[in-house]
Every structure is written in C-alpha cells, then in structure tokens.
C-alpha cells in the first residue's frame, strides 16, 4: 500500500511540476512582491527604523521569506480549484490510484516552488547586504522550520481550493497571511508597537518563527522560543491537514 501510494504521488508530482516549468511567472510573480517589500523597507524606510541591528536587511529577511511562503501558497489553491473545475479528479477516481497522492502531489508542488522562491530571495537579500555568520547547523534549522512553515500553509491553502465557488475566492484567502507579519517582530521590535497590538504581535505564530530564524540567523541563543515556533508549526499542519482531508473525502464521495 505504501509503495503504491509513493509510487502515484511521484507520478502526479511529476505531473504538476510539468505545469510550473512549462509556467515559471507564479515563481516570479511569488518572488516579485516579498522582493519589493524588501526593497522599500530597506532602501526608503530601513533609515527612520530602529531595529536595534547594524544591518536592517539582515533584521528584515525572516519576516520577508515568511511573506514569500504566504505569497506562494495562493498558487497551490489556485491549482487545487483548476483541477476541481475541470474534472481531472473525477478522472483520477476512476484510475487505480491512492486517492490522498493528488493532494500530496500538490502539496510537494507548492513545497519544492516555495523553496525556489526563497533562494532567489536570500540571493537578492545577498546582494542588498545580508551576511550571516551561521554555520551548517543553523541554516539546515532555518531551512527545517521554514519547510514545516510551508507545510503547514499548503495544507491550509488546499481547504479553499476544495471549497471555493471563484478563482478569486480560492487564492484571496493568502492575502491576511502575507500581511500577518507586519503585525509581528518581522519588521521593527514590538515593544515600540503600542499595548493592544503588541499584545498581540508577542502572542502571534509569525513573531516566535521570525525571531527563531533571526537568532539563527546572527548566532544568537534561540532559548524556548523555537519550541513555540515549531509547536505553531506543528499544530496548525495537524489541524489544517486534517480538515484538508475530510473536505476532500467529502468533495470525491
């Protein structure tokens, strides 16, 4: 079973990467708007911020691949609701194939043209002035988190891409995710952020995954806050793949 499973999911993975190499401006219309913010962050307002780092790219860049991974994962929905609406999987189900390795194989899609997007954003980061001293160790714990990050919005992504009525419907939901990092440490410390919002930017999943990647980043002590971090990680991938799967069980029965 398992080996059948493996074996469509490759299958199906194949096929979808077929459509993003055949359909490389999600990948850079994906990178374009993480880049731009960078770019007026650092260059218009990197000046008139006190972030309390010697360089603001380098305080800025964890928030901005977070935006990069919520940007993308719009497409994964979007792919989901094409497939829905041309009745690809009523074909799939009449094939003896593991239900679940569609979505897995979207889900790889979304995983591996994420991964993409964020080098291209650490290689402009580079040019901008970002350095980071951290050895294998903390980039692989950078990369870990920002895969289960990933995971977990892509699994979220594919609940509007089932149950969506418009195209427009199945990829606006990312929109409060990409600006969920503005209310968070991504951008400026929040204990310049007023009460209530700063209540809530030290209570957000954004502001505990940030700060982990930032003290990775500068070789700083990560203390317990990525526990939090991965615990955020973790729960919302449990939960939103579980809700994943029974609107899907739902929408093929």
């Given at each position: 079973?398992?080996?059948?499973?493996?074996?469509?999911?490759?299958?199906?993975?194949?096929?979808?990467?077929?459509?993003?190499?055949?359909?490389?401006?999600?990948?850079?219309?994906?990178?374009?708007m993480p880049?731009?913010?960078?770019?007026?962050?650092?260059?218009?307002?990197?000046?008139?911020?006190?972030?309390?780092?010697?360089s603001y790219?380098?305080?800025?860049?964890?928030?901005?691949?977070?935006?990069?991974?919520?940007?993308?994962?719009?497409?994964?929905?979007?792919?989901?609701?094409?497939?829905?609406?041309?009745?690809?999987?009523?074909?799939?189900?009449?094939?003896?194939?593991?239900?679940?390795?569609?979505?897995?194989?979207?889900?790889?899609?979304?995983?591996?043209?994420?991964?993409?997007?964020?080098?291209?954003?650490?290689?402009?980061a580079l040019?901008?002035?970002?350095?980071?001293?951290?050895?294998?160790?903390?980039?692989?714990?950078?990369?870990?988190?920002?895969?289960?990050?990933?995971?977990?919005?892509?699994?979220?992504?594919?609940?509007?891409?089932?149950?969506?009525?418009?195209?427009?419907?199945?990829?606006?939901?990312?929109?409060?995710?990409?600006?969920?990092?503005?209310?968070?440490?991504?951008?400026?410390?929040?204990?310049?952020?007023?009460?209530?919002?700063?209540?809530?930017?030290?209570?957000?999943?954004?502001?505990?995954?940030?700060?982990?990647?930032?003290?990775?980043?500068?070789?700083?002590?990560?203390?317990?806050?990525?526990?939090?971090?991965?615990?955020?990680?973790?729960?919302?991938?449990?939960?939103?793949?579980?809700?994943?799967?029974?609107?899907?069980?739902?929408?093929?029965?």
């Amino acid at each position: 079973m398992t080996k059948h499973f493996l074996g469509d999911t490759t299958a199906l993975l194949g096929r979808s990467l077929r459509h993003i190499t055949r359909s490389m401006d999600t990948i850079i219309t994906t990178t374009v708007m993480p880049i731009m913010f960078m770019l007026l962050f650092v260059y218009v307002f990197g000046g008139a911020i006190q972030s309390g780092s010697d360089s603001y790219v380098t305080y800025l860049l964890p928030g901005i691949l977070l935006i990069t991974v919520a940007s993308g994962i719009s497409y994964t929905a979007y792919r989901l609701f094409l497939d829905m609406q041309s009745g690809i999987f009523e074909r799939f189900q009449s094939m003896p194939i593991a239900r679940s390795a569609v979505l897995w194989a979207h889900v790889l899609t979304s995983l591996v043209a994420n991964l993409i997007s964020l080098v291209v954003v650490v290689v402009v980061a580079l040019i901008m002035g970002f350095r980071s001293s951290a050895g294998i160790g903390a980039w692989l714990g950078v990369l870990g988190l920002l895969v289960l990050f990933t995971l977990a919005l892509t699994w979220l992504a594919v609940i509007p891409g089932l149950t969506a009525k418009t195209i427009d419907g199945a990829s606006a939901f990312s929109y409060p995710l990409v600006f969920l990092p503005f209310l968070s440490s991504a951008f400026v410390p929040t204990d310049t952020m007023p009460g209530p919002v700063r209540a809530f930017a030290e209570n957000q999943p954004v502001t505990s995954i940030v700060n982990t990647i930032r003290d990775l980043f500068t070789q700083q002590p990560v203390g317990a806050e990525i526990w939090v971090a991965i615990a955020w990680c973790a729960g919302l991938l449990v939960v939103a793949y579980a809700f994943a799967m029974t609107t899907y069980r739902r929408r093929i029965s």
